[in-house]
Each structure stands twice: as structure tokens, then as C-alpha cells.
């Protein structure tokens, strides 16, 4: 066996006996360790920053871009988010342990379904190392174990934080060995791990769709994740034209760069004229370039490029948008069946029926009546936070927040019963 | 590519296409269609056992022993059993569609979870043809399409059983596609199934180890499985020694053959020789072989062989069962971590706090408190029928009915709010 295998199963196993232990860890001593954690983030700023500095270095001389650098940097205010990340989880319920409802058998056993942890779960990102504090606290909250693997660009950066963390889980009288990051660059050790599936119980892998492919095909274990954000608004013939145009511009300019972002307008043809050129002037006076299907172009020319058929199903991430006008729901729909990625759709209408319709029909993780693509986040639909979004259905479709990192385990409690 | 490719890859776009407008299923037609089969089965009784006829000629001049020949016999109470079947889970409540809960965010979002199918569903199964009908219905109460392939021992029946349910589907107004049968014994269409990831959005297998663990290392999408049950019932010193041997000759005796049966009793050291004799006279009279440890050996020695350590952590599926005595509960969960395999596993006990330990600590897709192990059955348990056993935590942990067979999508209603 090579040094690497034995580093990463060595690095299992202790994960998996850690994990044992976190099944029974009390709620007050994970959420003790998430505040000696914040605590830590702020007293250790200083040396956080010098080892992140070695990163810093490291990326300029390779010529990393400086956006890359920017998403690399622990800057007081990156730390500041951390550290509220880490309070907000310490506040928020302990899934682990609750039974939301129990019925009774007419033998009289009473029967029921008890939130457990998953056990372990490996996380692989790229450059942002405040993943590695992000998605511990949650991991921990859970009462899972979770092995790490950050991008190399980060990794002294996250070296640092995983080393925190674990000292402020052993000052809480917790296994350290509940957050472990894999501690060398080399890429072998990502074959490694995604082959250990009598240790590591889920996968999550978070990055671009090359990363995740890769996960995907490589991995022994289950893989909770998504490739991509190809979201959809489809605007009704009966709307409020300028609420419609507010939730466009949201969801298509307030952040670009993110997968519950607009990537392509459908407009019922019975509003193309009064609505479009409102969205052309919003939306095309903020930068926004428009891949305008024929019967679009003639509202939103002066910004507006022809559609190719690739530009239908292209997640931009930039303030670029496909528009194409649709004879009617019908056809909506299925553009979206064909072109969406299952991640975020929304029809804007006061139609109740076609708004239910819409609700019911459209599958994807979050489907939207009169809002912004840009709710689907943890955050934002109230789960508290999230480790990533599922766009696959099973265990977890939509943002995954602490209770998606759980289980349930049947329950029952009887009174010597026996079955006839 | 080979025929059998084409063949299976065809079947998989078909069952996509009809899992989509299986999704849009009003549930009176989706109940109508298991009334129908229900008709069907009866009607066309003489036909079905003809063709099972044809299984049964093979299987003697293969020499299958005759509990095999049992198990693939469609007997006149078979298919009753199987007609029963289709019209419980038509009285079964629709999952699909379901809102169980909607909570409102600051900005007056409201947002909850509706359950959504799961898309096309993978049974790969093995001699009993009445898995045909049993699956099926669950996957269509559930609006999934499903492949069905069986075992090759059962081939006349399945195909003929499968026939009958797209004709019933076909009269409900529902997609024939939505229940389909590979219409081959080439193994080679097992591996083409498992390849199917774009069109088959997770895989049941049903059947010995053997089968399991080639679905799990061949399959390219999620598995939901049980490889076996090895469950445990740990009797605690402060016990109603006679309803603990109603309830350990029940949950070894009733059907020792099945995954739910008893196979190891632990023993705390201070009751063995009270409890031990009685265990003694009543399974051992029953004609249970014991495999029991130094302890316990004086006092079921008519009726036990001294347990060896591949006793502990086996399923024996017939009369024989292990015996431990142990000194505490923490020794009893250790085994019951090292030797148990996450199915059943139930404590005896009058003593509330070491009751609820037991219920929160030990991980299995069951814990019982003073019932019987044969508790662990979708039916048992409330669900209303199941399709198999998970006993991995993603998705599923336990017996699988028809909430099982679906997920949850994210829903939102708003008034026009944007992400600020």
C-alpha cells in the first residue's frame, strides 16, 4: 500500500471512530465548541492571516487571477463571517435526537422515526477556505464527522483553520479527530478517499462541474450534489408588469455569478411588447447583454446579441441572459423540462391556476411563484445555513442545511409485544 | 452496440418519458389502475398460473429444491395475497403533492416542501414473481415509473404479471411504459441497467448478498439496500423474565427464515440463570440449536453447541440462534456495534433510563424496546406495505413504503420579494 493510502485510511478511521462518539455528544458540548471556535477565530487572527499570507504568495507567483486571490483572502471581514457562521449554528435547533411525531399500532406499539447523524462525510471544495469552516460547524452540529479536502491553493490556510477547529473541539470535550483535513496536496489522495465507503458514509463535493464530475464518477459511496444553476423566470400574460420587471432585474443583476441566478427570460407573447422593453431598459442600462430568440429581439436590440441554440440550458454567471418569447405555458414548460438544470424556476402571474400549475408541474429544487430565483439559499428559506444544494432527488433536492446532514432511525416502544 | 444495449437503453427512455407523466397523475387514476390489476389478476387467473407453469417444468428438470419451487409457485393464495396487495395500497393516502408544512419568512415569503416522485426506479429481484405486482404498485401509488427484472427462474411469470399491470395502467389512462419488464434472462442486461444513470434514478435490489453487492459495485446511480440482518435482543437484569420469553420464542421462532428474525441473545449476567433455563426449555423444545458462550452454555446444554466467534454477527435463517452473557449494557451495545448490521435490534427492560440509552445509542433501522425484532416490516410499523429494507442511512433507514419512494421539492409563494 502506498503512504498516501495508508494517510487517507488511517485519516478514516479515526473518523469513523470519532463519529461514534459525536452520535452521543450532547447538545451543550457541540454548541460549546462552536463558540470556543468563533472565540479562537478572533484570538488567532493574526497567525490565521500569516499562514493564509503563504497562500496569498504562493497564488501570485503562479498568477492566479485576482479574482481567484480575492476568494482565497482571510480578511478580517471573511474571519468576522466565519465567526457569525459559527454562532448562528451554535442558535440553531439540535436536530439529532427529536422525533417529530410518534403513532400507535393497534397491538399498541408505539411507533416513531428519531433524527440520527449520517456519520461521516467527506467534503471536497476548491479555493475558498472558509469552506473548511462552514461546512465543519454544520458537519459538527449534526453530530457528524467530516474529512476535509480543500483546494491546494488554500491549504495552508485551511491547515490552520482544521487545527483550530479541532482544538476547540477538544476544549469542549469532543473528539478532534470529528474534523480532520486530508494534510497533503498531493491529488492521489482524493482517489483514496472516494474509495473508502466503509468509512465515509456521503460525499459532497462543492466546486466547478469538472470537480464534481470527477467526484461523481470516481465515488464508491453516495454524492449529494449539484453541477449547475440554469435557472428560468416565466412571466404570465396576467402580471404586474413592473413588480415582474424588479424580480428580473434581482434575480438576474444582484449577484451573476451565482447558481440561483437568472439565466433565461420566458415572456407569455402576449406581454413581449409592454414588458420587454422595460426589462431592456433595467436590465440593458446595468450591463446586462441579452441572447434574444427572434420574436424577443426587436424590444431589446440596442442590447441584445441573436440566440444561438447554445445559448438556451447556458448557465452565464456573467450579465448575460437568454430571452425567448412562448406561445403559452405549454411551451414554457417544456423549454424548461429540456433546458433547466432541476436548480431554481419561477413564474411571475395573479393567475392562481397557472401559478399552481407551475408549483406543481416544474421539477426542479426550489419552484417559485412571484419571487426572486436568487431565494433559493439555506439562508434565505430559513434553514439556517447550508453545506451546498442538491439538484438530485434522492436523501436531498434544494439547499442542505444542518437536518439534511442527519438521518432518521425507526423507534418503538412496546409493552412485550409479539407478532401473530 | 450490442443488442441488449439497445434493448435496455430503450426501455430506460421510455420509462423517463413515462415517469413524467406519471408525475402529473391524479391520484383517482393512478388507484384506479391498482383496482383494475386487481380485476385483472382475478380475471385472468388460468393464464397467469399457465404460464407459471412453465417456470415450474423448468425448474424440476433443473433439479430446484422445493422450497425454491414453493417460493416461485403462483398459487391461488399468491395471487389473492398479491390482489390483496394492490387494493391496500390503493386505500393508501396519495403522498404525492403533499405540503406537510409551510413557514413564513421575514419578508412574507412562505415557503415549504411538497413531495415530488422520485423519476424511474430500478427493482432488480430474485425467484418470487409476486415481487412484480408487490413492487410495482408501490412505485406507481408513489407516481415513479419502475424496471422490473426479475429472476430468470421466474421468467414466464413476471413477464406475464408485467403484461397484465401496462394493460391495467393503459385502461386507467396512465402510460403502459410506466411498469416495464426486461423482456430477457441475459445477464448482460443487468450490467446495461446499472450503466443507465441518465434514466434510472436509483436501484432497489431485492435478494441474497450476492445479488446486492453486484448491484451496489456495478450500479452507476444510488442504491437503496439491506445486505442482511444479523438482530439482536439484549436482556437487561431488571426484566419480566416470562414476557421476555414469549418475546425472544417470537422473534426467533415465528419465521426464522426472514431478515427480522432474532439471531443473537445477550444476556445480562445476573438474570442468565433465571432467564437462561426458561429460554432453554421453551426454543430448544421448539427445536432451536443454541450457539452459546461459556456462560450461558451450562444452562441451555441440551439443547447448544459451544458458540465459535463466527457465531456472533451471523445470520443463520433457520432454528439456530447465539447466546452471550454479558456483564453490563455497555458490553451488550458493543456487540451489538461490532456484530450487529444496522437492521433490528431491541432491548428487554423494566428500567426507564437504560431503556431510553438503548433506544438512542444504538444505530439500526430499528430499536425496539420490549417487542419483538419481527416488528421490522413496513406493514408492522404503520407504513402500509414496503418495498425492501434500507439499511444505509441516505434517503432511507428502514423499511421503505411509499413516502420512501418519493422526495421533496422546495415551493415558495410570494408577493414580488427580491433578495436584498
Known amino acids: ?22 452520535a ?12 470556543i471556535l468563533s472565540d479562537m477565530l478572533e484570538a488567532e487572527k493574526k497567525y490565521i492571516q500569516e499562514e493564509n499570507k503563504k497562500d496569498l504568495e504562493l497564488a501570485e507567483k503562479r498568477g492566479l487571477s485576482s479574482a481567484k486571490i480575492d476568494r482565497l483572502t482571510l480578511s478580517d471581514k471573511v474571519i468576522d463571517s466565519m465567526r457569525k457562521g459559527c454562532m448562528e449554528v451554535a442558535q440553531l435547533p439540535d436536530p439529532v435526537g427529536a422525533i417529530e411525531t410518534m403513532w400507535k399500532r393497534p397491538n399498541g406499539l408505539l411507533v416513531g422515526k428519531m433524527r440520527i447523524p449520517l456519520g461521516v462525510i467527506g467534503m471536497i471544495y476548491e479555493s475558498r477556505p472558509n469552506v473548511t469552516i462552514d461546512a465543519g460547524i454544520l458537519c459538527v452540529k449534526a453530530s457528524n464527522a467530516v474529512i476535509l479536502r480543500g483546494g491546494s491553493e488554500a491549504f495552508y490556510s485551511n491547515q490552520v483553520l482544521a487545527k483550530l477547529f479541532s482544538k476547540a473541539l477538544s476544549e469542549a470535550g469532543l473528539p478532534e479527530d470529528a474534523v480532520q483535513l486530508i494534510p497533503t496536496t498531493d491529488r492521489a489522495a482524493v482517489s483514496e478517499m472516494l474509495k473508502l465507503e466503509e ?29 449547475k444553476g440554469v435557472c428560468h423566470i416565466y412571466v404570465d400574460e396576467d402580471v404586474d408588469i413592473d413588480e415582474a420587471v424588479e424580480i428580473i432585474y434581482n434575480a438576474k443583476v444582484q449577484r451573476p455569478g451565482v447558481c440561483n441566478a437568472l439565466e433565461c427570460l420566458l415572456v407569455h407573447e402576449k406581454i413581449a411588447s409592454s414588458l420587454l422593453p422595460k426589462v431592456g431598459e433595467k436590465l440593458g442600462g446595468a450591463g446586462v447583454l441579452f441572447k434574444a430568440d427572434k420574436k424577443s429581439f426587436k424590444y431589446l436590440e440596442k442590447w441584445a446579441e441573436e440566440a444561438k441554440e447554445e445559448d438556451f440550458g447556458y448557465e452565464f454567471l456573467e ?30 402571474t395573479n393567475n392562481h391556476q397557472r401559478a399552481m400549475r407551475f408549483l406543481k408541474e416544474v421539477d426542479a429544487s426550489l419552484v417559485l411563484v412571484n419571487a426572486s430565483t436568487r431565494f433559493n439559499d439555506g439562508g434565505e428559506l430559513g434553514l439556517g445555513a447550508e453545506i451546498g444544494i442538491s439538484t438530485s432527488k434522492l ?13 432518521t432511525k425507526f423507534v418503538a416502544f412496546g409493552e412485550g409485544q409479539i407478532r401473530t
Open 319 to 348: 450579465l448575460k441572459m437568454a430571452v425567448k418569447v412562448v406561445a403559452n405555458q405549454d411551451e414554457a414548460q417544456e423549454h424548461i423540462s429540456l433546458y433547466g438544470s432541476n436548480h431554481t424556476e419561477a413564474i411571475l
Open 395 to 407: 436523501h436531498a433536492y434544494g439547499p442542505m442545511g444542518v437536518k439534511e446532514l442527519t438521518s
Open 1 to 22: 500500500m502506498s503512504d498516501i493510502r495508508n494517510l487517507v485510511l488511517d485519516i478514516g478511521k479515526r473518523a469513523k471512530k470519532a463519529s461514534k462518539l459525536m
Open 24 to 35: 452521543k455528544a450532547s447538545t451543550e458540548k457541540k454548541n460549546k465548541a462552536l463558540v
Open 199 to 227: 468509512y465515509i458514509d456521503v460525499i459532497i463535493p462543492r466546486g466547478g462541474e469538472g470537480l464534481i464530475r470527477a467526484v461523481v464518477d470516481g465515488a464508491k459511496m453516495p454524492v449529494l450534489k449539484h453541477y
